[in-house]
């Protein structure tokens, strides 16, 4: 792949309280490794990855990794609103960070209007399940994204598992929204840039023709 060519451009933020896991989950995607030791994030860290999302369509992820302490919310908050993807991830292991998710996901969504951003739920840690540390049950989590109207994965950072799948169940998510309408392109918004605009727009017409238009859904 030409890493110098895409079409499109998602900013992705990573969101969740502190150790749960972030950056590490994101080092695994971007990079394929696992440090069993890694710097607590200070402020905003930035990682790149491109993505084929079908056929000759490229797309240029941009993620935003924030720190999940308060003292460092007013520098964060501020990359909610150009966002069009957040990972709302929560340590299996820890009851609170699970607990503090509805709280995540409702002050993102009150700082992006006019804006849309999607969202998956991510349950980290899951190869420490094993040990009988889970506290939070894969019911508790399904419940909870059904209530949030948003998939539910369980990753990995340590062992891979469904590190890839996550991120890329969310630019594809992204994506369809784009081509469904759901997602637009709006002046003076940076979630998504789109190198041809006139191309997206044909083929949007060319889906709707062919029958095969993606649906909106609810994720927000």
Same mark, same amino acid.
């Given at each position: ?5 895409? =079409? ?8 969740? /309280? ?8 994101? !080092?695994?995607?971007?990079? &394929? =490794? ?6 607590? +994030? *200070?402020? *905003? ?19 935003? #990794? ?35 998710? !509805?709280?995540?996901? +409702? ?19 899951? /190869? $420490?399940?094993? #040990?009988?540390?889970?506290? *939070?049950? @894969? ?7 059904? =209530? ?23 630019? $594809? ?7 469904? &309408? ?5 002046? &003076?918004? /940076?979630? *998504? ?10 083929? @949007?017409?060319?889906?709707? =023709? ?9 994720? $927000?």
């Amino acid at each position: 792949m030409d890493l110098t060519m895409w =079409q499109y451009q998602f900013r992705i933020i990573m969101l969740g /309280d502190s150790t749960v896991g972030k950056s590490s989950l994101l !080092k695994r995607y971007t990079d &394929g =490794q696992f440090l069993e030791s890694i710097n607590e +994030t *200070v402020g *905003v860290d930035f990682y790149v990855h491109f993505l084929e999302v079908e056929p000759g369509v490229r797309v240029k992820l941009q993620f935003w #990794d924030t720190a999940g302490q308060e003292r460092f919310r007013s520098v964060t908050r501020s990359y909610y609103r150009n966002s069009v993807g957040g990972l709302l991830v929560f340590d299996m292991t820890n009851r609170n960070s699970f607990d503090n998710i !509805k709280e995540w996901h +409702t002050e993102v969504c009150a700082r992006v209007q006019p804006y849309t951003v999607l969202f998956i739920l991510v349950g980290h840690k899951s /190869d $420490r399940e094993a #040990d009988g540390e889970r506290m *939070v049950s @894969r019911l508790e989590a399904e419940k909870l994204a059904g =209530q949030l109207g948003v998939p539910y994965v369980e990753t990995s950072a340590k062992t891979g598992k469904n590190a890839k799948e996550a991120f890329e169940l969310l630019t $594809r998510q992204v994506y369809q929204g784009l081509l469904s &309408g759901e997602v637009k392109l709006q002046e &003076g918004w /940076d979630g *998504v840039k789109c190198a041809a605009p006139q191309a997206l727009q044909l083929r @949007r017409v060319s889906l709707a =023709q062919s029958g095969k238009a993606p649906k909106k859904n609810c994720c $927000r």
